[in-house]
């Protein structure tokens, strides 16, 4: 008896082959950048210790493998990913995978907490501002979010942390999780939302912006569709229009939109982990990078990538579930 | 100028242990945590991998040298070791230590840790292993109380070798489970992640790139010490946001120029914070101008003159580094002991170097231009790029092009010390408290080497300063080293191989509650037993 | 009053560049119970502008411009609150459109479109609105109707899709059906099944339907009386028989012609030229550009209109003349 597998699991498998040749590709790419850079570990690693003579550099390089020439460390460490291995860091020491993962949870959980929010609260006004079209709360949210779209991140952060934290005392100013706090399960789960608020919210602001405006405009254009004539026709309320009928269909440009940019959001997390100590990846790729740590930065790509397709697959999952047509094209 | 008469060490001879009793006196309150933010995360807990700050600030409290040290000339006190005696051919250094000092795993510490430690692991990897025990020739361990290091030839500063950065005493039952022969493996093992000393707090956790926790030893040696129950070191990778962490109370401390220099002014006028410069004098900050002395015209002594007469140092101070520090005089800053109290300052005038270049025949052209050089700046923040725009700005007014290039730090590294790619560039060094350890590799001929980092770049030669720097280093006593070191200074002057600029006192900011921390030359990098905050 | 639906006076413009474009001028007609009036016309007379007056359904975002009277069992409908218009929708006044393509929501199933207004208007809980889509499935013939309700429309076919918005319209038994164009996206043997299906459950159900086409053998079936409009206007209006075998209007008697020539949809090649759209029609009558018979006075002023036979009416200054052989 042939066994068969299921059309998503087929469709995710093909997926994923077609995306690893794409990440060698960006890895190959990124290893050259990284090499084509004057300075390498050895350097930075001796003058963070107060300087090095040229034989005590030498002999590090060595240690590091970083004395081989290019391509060879380029093959040995690809050779290392096939097997799980990613390395040490060069600068901590740590196992690269050890290093990168005891990251992902942090970035993971801002990134998506972000991105959910700014969809579910992009999604909400956009559709309030597509229903009240033309009206002036539809301007003055056209305004904000024109707004909020061209405030530096940066700004918006501190702007945020003085406000709810210094002056209202509200919410800590940053941190994954209250230091030394002796909490039950739930007071754990409890501490680290009240640590995420600020960040993920300062980051969605700008995601909130452009996913209104997206919004707002696809709802004009589904409004416009003779099924919601249709709809109205068998007399649906104008909520049920709007936030049923037309929302469900203006829905997939968005989700894709966030689907796509899931990489921006891990770029964009640097600056927004650095203001608020968060211990997400964003941070540690920063760090890697004046360092020359490439082995962490290596490692960093490889599992944000792994990280990308993941997100992009469940993306694909949610547009399967909004738009039945989909999983049969 | 604070006196600089240094302690021999045979004077701390007859120095008793400290009691319990004042131990209680050191603690005003007891308990609670200090938490405290760098501008980055350690990459290790132990010096034993690197010696940058981010790990001296936290392996210092849990780490500790055979010997304490107090003020800033850093005088050895007892410590580990409760006294010692010198041979009078000061080759023979005979230790006896404290007894009933346990590891935090509760295993005895003893003289066999001492020798094993410093064999195995810092003399062959710490980074300063060589400098300090390279003269070593045995180490005996008579009894478990004793050790006995005895040397090739007299090494005055050889009592500064037990600082808890260069020389952290190390366990050598977990040692002995690690394969010493290797370099990556030792650097990279438990004494680096999870840490088992001897000092005042203990390693507790680590939520990397969030926190480090550090925990009372309640078995430290010192009873009643330490006063705090935790040190926290939180990241905060944002200047901004640390300093408002600071002013709202959520840490206590900002140390070693992690504050800043925007929000210095501001935090002098709060009574609620204390802004200090003091703390660091062990590690003599200076920065100055490295020059390329390979490459004509800045060969010339009299064109490296030039750029320093082109500079006012007391612009660089009051515009660029917002009124911190103190013109430099010569190589070495003027807390450190060996300074040369009659080097004169360094002068400021236009004209007299407009002279000089035309003197050394660098002639100006009709546009007033006589040659152009490349300028590098240190990629350490908004400072010495401002740093670098002055400098072309007054060079420009003699005549001289200084064409800015910049990079990141790895960039950087390898266009200065490994290609040599620059005419002059800024550059920040520490001088240590002893001029062996951190002046001489950067003037002797045998530290010009490619690829080597922090020494002899420039590629300076002057048989007379290699002699001489050769001599101080063994000079049996310190009037002798002082004499030999002044006249090094007066070469280096003289001879100006780097454009002196500045002493940089690391600026430091805490909470007025927080008393304490200042100990000696490396206060920040000290063990904190005796720090407490006020409820 | 035995009147179900009274139209007076119905103006529809919608705002261009050039201020506000009539696409509907001063209509006026009434429905019976029971009835079944046909508008026929070209494209772009403006039919279904003034269909989708009725019951308040033109787009939005194009924002008409719209005055007279819509009554409804002598209720007013225009500028009725949305609330209470939507109420009206379903169970006073059902519509078809003309391509059921795009007329039903890709992204819920049949069953949920077709319980929704059960379950606003009719108050039927979820089992209840199924056990009564599954029997409207029936009533309109759609085979297998307990698996269709699972099934999204791009399951289905064409012809499908427009019985499935048949039920939906009858889901509520509405007083009024107006099916705008029922047939002309479909295949032209399904055409006939789908205007069957109409009259015969008009028949059974009694409702009046307003039958919007443009093919004169539908109306001819189907129809008890007729209106004939033209660039906007009414032309012409009265009972089927007396329409296609007397019309009054040129514009009638060339729609005629051409159907009885062709047999199809469309163009008319009796009368060069096409629909006017509204920022381009002459002043006087509309028709005079095509019109064979027009004269100097056509163009003086709009024809005003006249009574030219039982039940019949016609705006054209030269009706009573009678036809040509
Ligand atoms: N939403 C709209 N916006 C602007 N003009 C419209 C709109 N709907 C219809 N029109 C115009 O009104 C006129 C009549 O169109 P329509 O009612 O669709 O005619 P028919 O249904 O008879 O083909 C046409 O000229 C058309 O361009
Ligand atoms: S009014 Fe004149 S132009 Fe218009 S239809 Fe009658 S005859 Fe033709
Ligand atoms: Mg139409």
Redesign the pocket.
Known sequence: MAFSIPPFLQFMFRRVLQIIPVVIAIAALNFLLLSLAPGDAADVISANNGGASAEEVQALRESLGLDRPMIVQFFSYMGGVLTLDLGQSYVRGMPVLDLVMSRVPATLLLMVTSLALAVLAGILLGILSSTRYGSLLDRVMSIISLLLYSTPHFWLALMMIVFFSVHLGLLPSGNIATIGGDFSFLGRVWDVFVHLILPAVTMAMFYIAVYMRLMRSSMLEVLDLDYITAARARGASEKKIAYSHAARNALLPVVTLAGVQIGHALGGSVLIETVFGWPGLGRLVYESLLERDTNTLMGILVVSSVLVIVVSLCIDLVCGLLDPRIVHK | MKSARYLGAAATLALIATTAAQAQDACPTKGGTLTFSYTAEPVALSTLRTTAVTVSLMAGKIYEGLVSYEGPEMTPVPGLAESWDISEDGTVYTFHLRDGVKWHDGEPFTSADVKFGIENAIRPYHSRGKIFFGNVTSIETPDPLTVIFTLASPVEYFMQGFQMTSAPMLPKHILETLDVSDRQALINSSLTSEPIGTGPFKFKEWVHGDHITLTRNPDYWQAGLPCLDNIVMRSIPDGVARGIALENGEIDLLPMNSVLDSDIARFEDMDSLEVSMRGDEGLGGIIWLDVNNREEPLSDPMVRKAISLSLDRETIRDVIWYGYGVPARGPLVSTNPFFNEKLPELEFDLEKAAALLDEAGYPADANGHRFTITQRALPNGEKFIRLAEYVRQQLGKVGIEAKIETSDYAGWLKSVFTDYNYGITSTSTDNRNDPTIGTGRRFHTKNIKVGATFENAGAYSNPEVDRLFDEGAVAPTREARKAIFDEVQEILVDDMPVVYLLEIPRVSVWNAKVHGLITNGISFYDNWAKVYKEE | MTSLLTVKSLCVG?PGKRGVLP?VEDLDFHIAPGETLAIV?E???????AALSIPGLL?RS?RPVVSGSVRFEGQEMLNMPDRKLARMRGPDVGMIFQDPSTSLNPVFTIGRQICEPLRTHMGLDARAAEARAIELLELVKVSAPEQRLAQYPHNLSGGMRQRVMIAIALACSPRLLIADEPTTALDVTVQAQVLRLISGLQKSLGMAVLLITHDLGVVWETADRVIVMYAGRKVEEGPVRRILSQPSHPYTEGLLRAARKEGRDGFLTEIPGVVP??HQRPPGCAFEPRCARAIAACRAAVPAIRSTGPGQVAACIRAEEGQPA
């Open positions: 919608f696409a016309g494209s772009g007379s403006g039919k279904s502008t787009s194009s759209p509204p």
